[in-house]
């Protein structure tokens, strides 16, 4: 949207101190954000000036818009390719072959040449320039805080932790870092996956939790963060973390790994084996888990279609944290590599 920026969507949670937002498991469904652009007008603020109205403009515009860009870049590189160096560098060599009268004409054919060529490389860098910030601001068209993806984890946590049980707080941070929209549409199933994983298989039932000398009710902190071209997605639970062993020995019955692989293993490429296809440590099917689908889909967007990394590292009794890294935009590796 360009013009004015939008208001700023409503809490669907009360704010925690620190700028965090929190949601419990028996929260209401949250609204959804405000379309950019649209909404009341808030008391106090600003009206809009004139020529400062938003105007809509359509992902596929955008998009085409970028494949432009892209083209253009490439061209720009292709006429970088053609140097004038080689024709007046036998230019030079042909001055002491030729007849004393034609040297002057060609000893300011290869003075041209070298001012074209020099005025060439000024204007292809001041053209690389361009197209770069070109790409940005495109880019920032089709940019949405990251808060849009982590509003839509409020409802499975809730409908998850009925479903078990269990009571679950989730509490989020970052919700201000700026992805492309269809980048976060990619990471909801996901996300949706990790935090309905960690509600099943990580945090404890209440009493156990008790047992253990923790809060009755579990917690997930989702934070965000931004780098220059990349983005950081932390998903941390406080449950008991993931055993193993277990998860060998769960590997091992299923056919996904060979004795001899188990015995090898380290602790970390152990835990990678929750995210291969038909892993589930369940040994019967419920309505959350057991068929062996959902870790692995995580693992397909990230990796394969995003282009990010994955990591988990896991505390028993202590709980675990999924470390996601992609691109802040889908179009960055087409446009600018």
């Given at each position: 949207?360009?013009?004015?920026?939008?208001?700023?969507?409503?809490?669907?949670?009360?704010?925690?101190?620190?700028?965090?937002?929190?949601?419990?498991?028996?929260?209401?469904?949250?609204?959804?954000?405000?379309?950019?652009?649209?909404?009341?007008?808030?008391?106090?603020?600003?009206?809009?000036?004139?020529?400062?109205?938003?105007?809509?403009?359509?992902?596929?515009?955008?998009?085409?818009?970028?494949?432009?860009?892209?083209?253009?870049?490439?061209?720009?590189?292709?006429?970088?390719?053609?140097?004038?160096?080689?024709?007046?560098?036998?230019?030079?060599?042909?001055?002491?072959?030729?007849?004393?009268?034609?040297?002057?004409?060609?000893?300011?054919?290869?003075?041209?040449?070298?001012?074209?060529?020099?005025?060439?490389?000024?204007?292809?860098?001041?053209?690389?320039?361009?197209?770069?910030?070109?790409?940005?601001?495109?880019?920032?068209?089709?940019?949405?805080?990251?808060?849009?993806?982590?509003?839509?984890?409020?409802?499975?946590?809730?409908?998850?932790?009925?479903?078990?049980?269990?009571?679950?707080?989730?509490?989020?941070?970052?919700?201000?870092?700026?992805?492309?929209?269809?980048?976060?549409?990619?990471?909801?199933?996901?996300?949706?996956?990790?935090?309905?994983?960690?509600?099943?298989?990580?945090?404890?039932?209440?009493?156990?939790?008790?047992?253990?000398?923790?809060?009755?009710?579990?917690?997930?902190?989702?934070?965000?963060?931004?780098?220059?071209?990349?983005?950081?997605?932390?998903?941390?639970?406080?449950?008991?973390?993931?055993?193993?062993?277990r998860v060998k020995d769960k590997a091992l019955s299923r056919?996904?790994?060979?004795?001899?692989?188990?015995?090898?293993?380290?602790?970390?490429?152990?835990?990678?084996?929750?995210?291969?296809?038909?892993?589930?440590?369940?040994?019967?099917?419920?309505?959350?888990?057991?068929?062996?689908?959902?870790?692995?889909?995580?693992?397909?967007?990230?990796?394969?279609?995003?282009?990010?990394?994955?990591?988990?590292?896991?505390?028993?009794?202590?709980?675990?944290?999924?470390?996601?890294?992609?691109?802040?935009?889908?179009?960055?590796?087409?446009?600018?590599?």
């Amino acid at each position: 949207t360009l013009g004015r920026p939008p208001p700023a969507p409503p809490a669907p949670e009360a704010a925690s101190p620190g700028g965090e937002r929190t949601g419990a498991a028996k929260a209401d469904t949250p609204k959804a954000p405000p379309v950019a652009g649209g909404g009341e007008a808030r008391p106090g603020a600003p009206g809009p000036r004139v020529g400062d109205a938003a105007v809509r403009v359509s992902g596929t515009a955008i998009d085409g818009i970028m494949d432009r860009v892209g083209d253009l870049r490439l061209g720009a590189l292709t006429v970088g390719r053609y140097q004038g160096a080689r024709v007046r560098h036998r230019l030079e060599r042909l001055l002491d072959a030729v007849p004393a009268h034609l040297r002057g004409e060609l000893g300011g054919v290869a003075a041209a040449l070298a001012e074209l060529e020099h005025g060439l490389a000024d204007g292809m860098s001041q053209m690389d320039g361009g197209i770069r910030r070109l790409y940005q601001s495109t880019t920032a068209l089709r940019v949405v805080p990251i808060g849009s993806l982590f509003t839509r984890l409020l409802r499975p946590v809730r409908e998850t932790a009925t479903a078990v049980g269990k009571e679950v707080a989730l509490t989020t941070s970052g919700d201000d870092v700026q992805v492309d929209k269809a980048v976060i549409e990619m990471l909801v199933d996901p996300l949706t996956h990790i935090v309905r994983n960690a509600i099943d298989h990580g945090i404890e039932a209440p009493e156990t939790r008790t047992a253990r000398g923790k809060p009755a009710g579990g917690s997930i902190h989702v934070r965000a963060r931004q780098g220059v071209q990349t983005a950081t997605i932390e998903v941390e639970d406080d449950g008991g973390g993931i055993a193993v062993e277990r998860v060998k020995d769960k590997a091992l019955s299923r056919g996904l790994i060979t004795p001899a692989a188990a015995a090898s293993m380290t602790a970390g490429e152990a835990l990678e084996l929750i995210f291969l296809p038909g892993f589930s440590t369940r040994d019967e099917v419920t309505e959350t888990s057991g068929r062996g689908v959902g870790m692995d889909i995580v693992a397909t967007v990230v990796r394969k279609k995003l282009g990010g990394t994955l990591r988990i590292v896991s505390r028993p009794g202590a709980g675990t944290r999924i470390t996601i890294e992609f691109p802040i935009s889908a179009a960055i590796q087409r446009v600018l590599s």
